[in-house]
């Protein structure tokens, strides 16, 4: 803390020595002359003292400020400080006092003189502690995260120099006590606009500081255009999804300037620094949002868009609290926002429905449209809420409407009947899709695939299960289930049939043959989901096996009598289950395996 | 798509398709809309270059005929609100003009495949200009509160000592701030921007410095506004006759109001505010405007040489008095004496008049500045959708 005399300018310093030389006489002075006006008129000493009885007098309050102030200055010792604090309230009161009592007075008018001389320096000194204090606990705060950045929770909180719990993690209750009182006493002395000028500077450099971290420095629209999406997206100042919850930021308590202000003389000041911090706060994620929402629109924004539209809606609370006229501004860039989101996701529908390959996923695996399209959804889903609100705001088609709210199953929200549109866009594709494979079989597997990696998708989170409903799923599982019975029947079915034929020698080959075939190519089909895979071989094996069986034991005799038995029949039962462990695993049957 | 919803409805739903029927209407309609905008915009500058003197009251013995109002001066606080004002209705007139009942496959064909994109480009630097400019004018605001300071110091009675130190140091801040506005770059943080002098006390120029948003790194409102003239150019030929010529119209409009608002506010970086804007001398319709530009950019030029903040009419003044003051405060020993005291109090009353116009004056330009920046929003929409509906229109179907 550097003393006062190395920033005081050089004549200043004098001045101030000169009139302490003095100082002791004049307020001797002060303190014994007796007015030869009017002996009825109290003498100075007595207002004084029966002012303030307690304590020092006020000549003495003056010289006490003065050598505090030459030599030390604040923020060494507590006790002083305190002292200093109240010696400088004191003064305040009886400056106060004077001016009221209106006494025309030279000796008055004198003292008033010292005292506003003394409050100026007090002041002054005051207030650079004021910003010290404010300053030095964010830098000691950041020199801590830096160094431990590995730390979430410090970093979480220092995320955003507003949201600062109960207990301001920049800031130890001795501090904010000791801001308290300065804040107090200048407010006092009169000095309420320096206060609040540093208290403000202070803040505001906090906060660019922490945007400028999170590289968030002025992004201005030009650049928003011009810089690419990826860049751009980690430079926001709003919360991402993807980090832990982001606990409300702009909770009105959670602002400094409550407890530095606190009491209820300073309730006009608080609200007014408040205001000043939230509007600054406010337009700063206004022009971002701003400039952001005019660039083209694309899937990957939809996100960021959300998450734009949740920041500006946490900030209503502070706003409205505050005297800020920002409600409107707000709610126009929510709409803008959310008209984007909507268009996004129009889009998303749109691309959906144009998604037109000529050539068909090999092995009928999972589509990639599949793929993109459900994972996109279940991030959406996280944001379901404000995409509700989005969509509510959006006029459906009338006859749609009225047709869903007939049906039961489809008591679903506004976001929830876009997700189904949504859906039934993806079906639809896929549907098409299905029907480039020329092998019907290969169709149903395709369509199980992935309609079970859809099913999967939303059975695995609860927030889309419930979107879509019961009966949605339901109707899901049941359609699977009828592929399941197309695949057999196409596959499985004439196998069967020549199975429960007469005739070894014809329908031994024939059975051969087919298998044969069925196991060359499905082999190399894939069913991507584990589980559906081996219910597949399972119902397959259940099928086959025991029809296979009693083939096989039928004509066991004439294998057994060894003449030409292999061309006929080739298999045991358990080559056939090895080989049903093959289907569907991707890859060609090794013919190494047949002779096991 | 849904066209976006505002009080000024959907201007697809006015396209007219029968475009056979009304082309020949239109060009007769087209032209008369055009001389008419021509006609507004000469009107509404030449209101702001010289505004009609008020009616006089009878006892105010201070107004002259000739003479304007101090708060309605070129450059004051009240004259720029009007000048926003001005812009709102040049350019909801333009647009009306640009946009309803035509053809939207017309503005994607030449030339306005150049043109049109050309406006939209402009109209993006525009809107970092509104931005840049609110953020100047929280500067003002800061200036006024270190003004405000020095005049409730200096109205107190009696006037001692402690008073008049508090005074000058709000004075000097002030006076350092006007004067270092532009030599100063806008760094990233540290208090040390300031000078010495003003590091004592109060609040550090390197701190409001530190302290107010900047519109990207390296970013000069000079370079932007030099950059929105490029391409602005009077059509000519056949161009001139139709759409081409509204559209230079309001680009040249558009450009000179930034323009004026960088000059008039504490803008990041505004060295090198060309002088020279391309606005054509011999229109009719500029006659104003150049008279503005003219009386404007004497001024600037003056003040360039010794770097000061801002154009604005409030700021010249206030910084006069303040140096003066300043010399009443170096002056002072108490008790004061009576003829410089009785000076600096009408000095002081005059201060606390432009604090107070101020403090009516400039939150609601802020207001309008960012009213100016959601309509170029909104109308640069408008016309990227009926681009697009344009593209689909002329697009073979699919």
Not at chain 1, 12 to 36: I, R
Not at chain 1, 386 to 400: A, G, H, K, S, W
Request: aromatic share 6%.
């Amino acid at each position: 803390m550097e003393k006062p005399e190395n920033h005081a300018m050089e004549s200043e310093t004098l001045d101030h020595h000169k009139s302490d030389d003095h100082s002791d006489e004049s307020e001797q002075q002060l303190a014994t002359e007796t007015p030869k006006s009017d002996s009825s008129q109290l003498s100075l000493t007595q207002v004084m003292e029966a002012r303030f009885p307690n304590g020092r007098t006020i000549p003495g309050d003056g010289r006490f400020l003065g050598l505090k102030m030459e030599s030390s200055g604040l923020g060494r010792d507590e006790t002083a400080d305190s002292a200093f604090i109240l010696a400088v309230n004191r003064i305040s009161k009886s400056v106060m006092t004077l001016r009221e009592l209106r006494l025309d007075s030279t000796p008055v008018s004198s003292w008033l003189n010292r005292a506003s001389s003394v409050q100026n320096r007090a002041a002054s000194l005051l207030d650079e502690e004021f910003r010290h204090l404010l300053d030095r606990s964010r830098e000691k705060n950041k020199k801590n995260n830096n160094a431990d950045l590995s730390s979430d929770s410090t970093h979480e909180s220092d995320r955003c120099v507003l949201q600062e719990e109960e207990t301001f993690p920049d800031f130890p209750p001795e501090s904010i006590s000791t801001l308290e009182k300065i804040a107090g006493a200048m407010i006092s002395a009169g000095y309420e606009a320096e206060c609040c000028m540093s208290y403000e500077m202070s803040r505001r450099h906090a906060f660019k500081e922490e945007l400028s971290e999170v590289g968030f420095e002025g992004i201005n629209v030009e650049d928003v255009q011009r810089i690419p999406w990826e860049s751009l997206e980690e430079r926001s100042p709003a919360g991402s999804r993807s980090s832990a919850a982001a606990p409300p930021c702009f909770s009105p308590a959670s602002f400094l300037c409550t407890a530095v202000f606190s009491s209820d003389d300073h309730a006009a000041t608080r609200k007014r620094l408040f205001t000043g911090l939230v509007s600054a706060v406010t337009i700063r994620f206004l022009d971002f949002s701003g400039a952001v929402v005019l660039t083209k629109r694309s899937s990957e924004k939809l996100f960021k868009f959300l998450d734009m539209y949740e920041t500006l809606r946490d900030l209503v609370p502070a706003v409205e609290q505050s005297d800020s006229d920002l409600n409107e501004e707000i709610k126009l860039a929510q709409t803008r926002l959310g008209e984007a989101a909507v268009t996004i996701f129009g889009e998303l529908e749109n691309s959906i429905k144009t998604d037109q390959g000529r050539t068909a996923v090999p092995s009928g695996a999972v589509h990639p449209l599949t793929r993109y399209t459900m994972n996109y959804l279940k991030y959406a889903c996280e944001y379901k809420d404000t995409l509700d609100q989005v969509f509510q705001t959006e006029p459906e088609q009338e006859t749609r409407r009225n047709q869903r709210e007939d049906d039961e199953e489809y008591k679903v929200s506004a976001f929830g009947r876009q997700m189904i549109k949504v859906m039934e866009h993806l079906d639809a594709n896929l549907e098409v899709k299905s029907r480039l494979y020329r092998d019907p079989a290969l169709r149903s597997i395709f369509l199980m695939n992935n309609g079970r990696y859809i099913l999967q998708k939303i059975k695995g989170s609860t927030e889309i299960r419930d979107l879509m409903g019961q009966a949605w799923t339901r109707k899901r599982s049941t359609e699977l289930r009828q592929y399941h019975k197309s695949y057999q029947r196409e596959t499985w079915g004439k196998v069967l049939q020549c199975m429960n034929q007469e005739g070894i020698q014809v329908n031994g080959k024939v059975f051969n043959a087919m298998f044969d075939e069925i196991h060359k190519t499905q082999s190399t089909w894939i069913v991507s989901d584990e589980q559906m895979q081996s219910e597949l071989r399972v119902s397959i094996a259940a099928l086959v096996i025991p029809a296979y069986r009693s083939f096989f034991g039928r004509y066991k005799q004439h294998i057994d009598s060894g003449r030409h038995s292999d061309k006929y029949v080739k298999y045991q039962p358990e080559d056939i289950e090895t080989f049903i462990d093959d289907l569907f695993d991707g890859n060609p049957p090794s013919m190494a395996r047949k002779r096991t | 798509m849904r066209p976006a919803q505002d009080n000024q409805g959907s201007f697809l739903g006015r396209i007219s398709i029968r475009r056979n029927q009304f082309t020949d209407v239109n060009t007769e309609q087209e032209q008369e809309d055009l001389e008419l905008f021509q006609k507004h915009i000469a009107d509404r500058f030449t209101e702001l270059l010289s505004p009609p003197p008020p009616p006089q009251p009878p006892s105010d013995e201070t107004n002259t005929a000739a003479s304007v109002p101090a708060t309605e001066q070129i450059m004051s606080v009240t004259w720029l609100r009007k000048l926003m004002d001005v812009f709102l209705c040049c350019e909801a007139e333009f647009k009306a003009i640009l946009l309803m009942g035509r053809d939207p496959t017309q503005i994607s064909k030449p030339p306005f495949d150049r043109l049109v994109p050309e406006m939209l480009d402009r109209s993006i630097k525009a809107l970092d200009i509104c931005t840049a400019v609110v953020n100047g004018i929280d500067s003002v605001r800061h200036y006024q509160r270190l003004a405000e300071i020095a005049v409730a110091a200096l109205e107190q009675r009696p006037l001692g000592d402690g008073n008049v130190r508090r005074a000058k140091r709000a004075l000097s801040n002030l006076l350092i701030a006007l004067s270092i506005e532009d030599k100063e770059n806008v760094s990233g943080g540290g208090r040390g921007g300031g000078s010495s002098a003003a590091s004592k006390g109060g609040a550090t120029i390197g701190q409001l410095k530190s302290s107010s948003w900047a519109v990207g790194r390296n970013w000069s409102a000079a370079k932007q506004i030099h950059a929105m003239t490029a391409n602005l150019a009077p059509p000519r030929g056949n161009e001139a006759a139709g759409l081409p010529l509204p559209m230079f119209i309001m680009s040249t409009v558009t450009v000179f109001v930034m323009w004026v608002l960088t000059a008039a506010v504490p803008c990041q970086e505004r060295a090198g505010l060309a002088n020279h804007l391309p606005v054509p001398k011999h229109l009719n319709w500029a006659q104003s405007l150049v008279g503005i530009h003219e009386k404007i950019g004497d001024e600037w030029k003056k003040k360039e040489k010794k770097g000061s903040a801002g154009l604005m009419e409030e700021m010249t003044r206030m910084e006069k008095l303040g140096h003066s003051l300043v010399e009443f405060a170096d002056g002072f020993h108490y008790p004061a004496e009576k003829e410089a005291a009785e000076s600096a109090a009408a000095q002081v009353a005059e201060m606390a008049e432009i604090c107070r116009r101020m403090e009516e004056e400039l939150v609601p330009l802020q207001q309008q500045i960012r009213e100016v920046f959601h309509r170029i929003v909104r109308s640069r929409a408008e016309i990227l959708e009926v681009l697009e509906q344009a593209g689909k229109l002329s697009a073979p179907v699919v």
